[in-house]
């Protein structure tokens, strides 16, 4: 049963609140959502209650946290359906899950092998394979974007010739933070799977937008960030298979992950301690296990619908807005749209609409590659969530209207 959007809004605090006097509209979701009372709660009742070191104590509130750190594992675990609490490895976020996956997978690899990449990764699924590239002689290789506005999504014809048994490693995005569409991750995993490749999925913008199952997928790795799924900022995850797991070496060494250690050299745990060096960060880990119930009570299907409907409003009122150009496919997609006007600049596209109540996101995002390849500077980004309605829109496109006027473009 869908939720009653409405009543939505009432769980996060931060919404009630003006913005140059105006009713804050938030709409840069892509860059970090908002986090529900429940989120915020736990983060505060941690700290108040159970804050003590994990696994090293012998004590009542060092207990209580490591139950509650592991039962976060858990949690997260049956979040993406992944077959033990041992694959999920705690993070930073999506960039740090990335970066461990690039140089622990990358220490096996030689001259002559192939990472294969997308024209539409994020600078955080670029840049690590570019230095892991470098570092061991590599290839990096990308599956063209179809289309003056991206409208043609992945090139997926290129995959014949693209995918060769050379290819180790296949890192692509679930959903572009720029374009909006949705990849069929599926197919992708399967068709490296094929030549003997492992798949590294860039979950950040779909995890917290819809269901979201690791085995049905058939995904090697996943990498994803609580902040964008109603969770803290400082917490995300690697979801590796564990039999890949357990035959890397660990990216950082120090205590918590090793086994046995000696003056002359030490020997790892398993996975997941054998990646999680160091003191992990306890409480951001139970707060979004908590987020991860909240989404799972509104029920993650309907919010797919939900975002991607008013998205799919946002695309259709704002294509009649003269001298736009929008981003990405009409069709399917999930809670973002990006566009761009040959007479404003995003940047004061994002300025002038801050002036309304209106948060938005304007510039590269992260896809400097992508944006020279479509021979743009920047878009402006409407991301939407849980608590956006379609009256925002209407917030959105009225501003955007006035902001043309004020430029002179009619
Ligand atoms: N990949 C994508 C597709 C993203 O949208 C982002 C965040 N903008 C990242 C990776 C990086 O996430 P984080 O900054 O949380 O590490």
């Not at 939720?3 to 919404?15: G, H, K, Q």
């Not at 060494?253 to 160091?278: I, L, Q």
Request: charged share 20%; aromatic share 8%; hydrophobic share 45%.
């Amino acid at each position: 049963m869908s939720p009653s959007w409405s009543n939505v809004r009432a769980d996060f605090p931060i919404l009630h609140q003006q913005v140059n006097g105006k009713p804050l509209v938030y709409l840069d979701n892509a860059a970090t959502s908002q986090k529900p009372r429940c989120v915020i709660d736990a983060l505060v009742g941690y700290y108040e209650r159970d804050n003590s070191n994990v696994h090293r104590g012998l004590h009542a509130l060092s207990m209580r946290a490591t139950d509650a750190y592991e039962s976060a594992r858990a949690r997260l675990a049956t979040f993406i359906n992944a077959a033990d609490a041992a694959e999920i490895i705690f993070t930073r976020g999506t960039t740090e899950s990335i970066n461990l996956a690039a140089r622990s997978l990358g220490a096996k690899l030689k001259p002559g092998d192939v990472i294969l990449a997308t024209e539409m990764e994020h600078h955080s699924n670029l840049v690590p394979w570019q230095q892991i590239a470098k570092a061991t002689g590599a290839t990096l290789r990308f599956v063209p974007v179809l289309g003056a506005n991206a409208e043609g999504g992945l090139d997926l014809a290129s995959l014949d010739s693209l995918l060769t048994p050379q290819v180790k490693i296949f890192a692509f995005t679930h959903i572009s933070n720029t374009l909006g569409g949705i990849n069929p991750v599926e197919e992708l995993c399967r068709r490296a799977r094929a030549v003997g490749a492992l798949s590294v999925i860039d979950a950040a913008q779909s995890i917290g937008h819809g269901p979201f199952d690791v085995r049905a997928i058939g995904a090697d790795f996943v990498a994803f960030s609580g902040h964008k799924m109603a969770g803290p900022t400082g917490i995300g995850v690697l979801y590796g298979r564990r039999g890949l797991l357990d035959t890397m070496v660990p990216d950082e060494t120090g205590g918590g992950m090793v086994s046995h250690v000696e003056y002359s050299g030490a020997r790892w745990k398993p996975a997941p301690e054998r990646f999680e060096a160091g003191t992990p960060n306890i409480a951001d880990a139970i707060a979004l296990a908590k987020a991860c119930d909240y989404l799972d009570a509104l029920d993650r299907a309907a919010i797919a619908k939900h975002d991607g409907e008013l998205a799919a409003l946002a695309y259709e009122r704002l294509s009649t807005l003269p001298g736009i150009r929008l981003l990405g496919t009409a069709g399917a997609r999930s809670g973002l749209v990006s566009f761009a006007f040959t007479e404003v600049h995003a940047h004061d596209i994002v300025t002038f609409a801050d002036e309304d109540g209106i948060a938005l996101r304007g510039g590269h995002h992260c896809n400097q590659p992508l944006m020279r390849k479509l021979g743009l500077t920047g878009t402006t980004r409407a991301s939407f969530y849980v608590y956006n309605t379609p009256e925002e829109i209407d917030v959105l496109v009225a501003s955007m209207r006035r902001i043309l006027k004020f430029f002179g473009v009619t």
